[in-house]
């Protein structure tokens, strides 16, 4: 007997339409207990937290509501003076999940005069390991995502060339499974979320070339479940995060319109929360701002009126990236 799929099913009042001012009320006020934006952000989000909340804000054309120079300010004290990198808070140890968000975010602002970017080039050339790989901080744990981190983050730099980009590309390459996708390390499992750190990868350091483009868009269009959302793995629940890992990886690889986005589009905005604002990851479940970033991103690629265009490499506003004139590459029939 075949096993039944795991799937949700979406409640007849569920909202179909997108709560714009309550998803701008849910990112100002989330996380504050004072009127201190940065108490309240850094206490709870930290830096990844702020890059997620101000993208949304960005995406709803918000960001000018935010307090822009305790923002800038905030991330250059987060820049270790030792290593370069930054770190989530205060007082933490430097990562580079903190250092591309940094970077992303001071990107947004076109502040990143504020730190020092030679210190941040060298912390990131200090991760690449002579496998190619990238560890994620000094404690060494490799990790696809990282070399999506380390490229993103020098892209934005404009300092690519610090790092061995061939090596580099070789090891995500021996990531690579037979079902096309690409899992944390070689012979790992195929997980969306690493399809599109690789991709994304691929995509910046442009070797979209060594990619099994239909079979990978087959594997990411069986992810999508008869409510619409997509799972990250076979045999998982949907969930809003995946719809962004898995059709921006659609996007890069020109094959958007091989799932129904009409479905998709119907379970992501059922994830709103119609009392407090944000989006879930599933319907019915608590708001937080890494849903409602990737919510309002995978919106944007559906190509979703209210929302400015995102980028599907970089998850940011794609008049940031090209204003900063990168053009990472995007696979088109
Ligand atoms: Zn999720």
């Given at each position: 007997m075949a096993t039944p799929i795991k799937d949700v099913i979406l409640k007849e009042?569920?909202?179909?339409?997108?709560?714009f001012d309550k998803h701008i009320e849910f990112l100002r006020d989330y996380?504050?207990?004072?009127?201190?934006f940065e108490f309240g952000m850094t206490d709870y989000l930290r830096v990844s937290g702020m890059y997620w909340g101000l993208t949304a804000l960005e995406l709803l054309d918000?960001?000018?509501?935010?307090p822009q120079e305790e923002i800038v300010t905030y991330i250059k004290n987060c820049q270790?003076?030792?290593?370069?990198g930054i770190s989530a808070c205060l007082g933490h140890d430097p990562h580079l999940l903190h250092t591309l968000s940094g970077v992303q975010i001071l990107a947004m602002y076109d502040r990143?005069?504020?730190?020092d970017v030679e210190a941040v080039v060298k912390y990131v050339k200090s991760?690449?390991?002579?496998?190619?790989s990238f560890t994620g901080d000094k404690w060494g744990e490799v990790d696809t995502r990282f070399s999506f981190c380390a490229v993103a983050t020098l892209s934005l730099l404009k300092r690519?060339?610090?790092?061995?980009v061939d090596n580099a590309v070789k090891f995500v390459e021996s990531c690579m499974n037979f079902d096309g996708g690409f899992g944390s390390r070689p012979l790992s499992e195929s997980h969306a979320g690493l399809i599109y750190c690789c991709l994304g990868f691929l995509s910046i350091t442009h070797r979209?070339?060594?990619?099994?483009r239909d079979v990978l868009a087959w594997w990411l269009c069986e992810r999508q479940l008869p409510s619409g959302g997509l799972n990250g793995r076979p045999e998982k629940l949907p969930d809003v995060c995946y719809s962004w890992w898995v059709l921006s990886s659609l996007t890069i690889l020109g094959?958007?319109?091989?799932?129904?986005g009409e479905k998709l589009k119907k379970f992501i905005l059922a994830?709103?929360?119609?009392?407090?604002g944000g989006f879930a990851d599933r319907p019915g479940d608590v708001p937080d701002p890494y849903h409602t970033v990737f919510g309002l991103a995978a919106l944007s690629l559906l190509g979703q009126a209210e929302i400015k265009n995102v980028n599907p490499?970089?998850?940011?506003p794609q008049h940031v990236i090209d204003s900063m004139q990168l053009s990472p590459q995007i696979l088109r029939d």
């Open positions: 009042n569920a909202p179909v339409t997108i709560l996380g504050k207990d004072d009127n201190n918000q960001t000018h509501s935010s270790d003076p030792e290593t370069g990143l005069d504020a730190i991760l690449q390991q002579p496998d190619g690519l060339d610090a790092v061995d979209l070339d060594l990619v099994k094959r958007l319109h091989w799932i129904s994830c709103q929360d119609t009392e407090t490499t970089y998850c940011m």
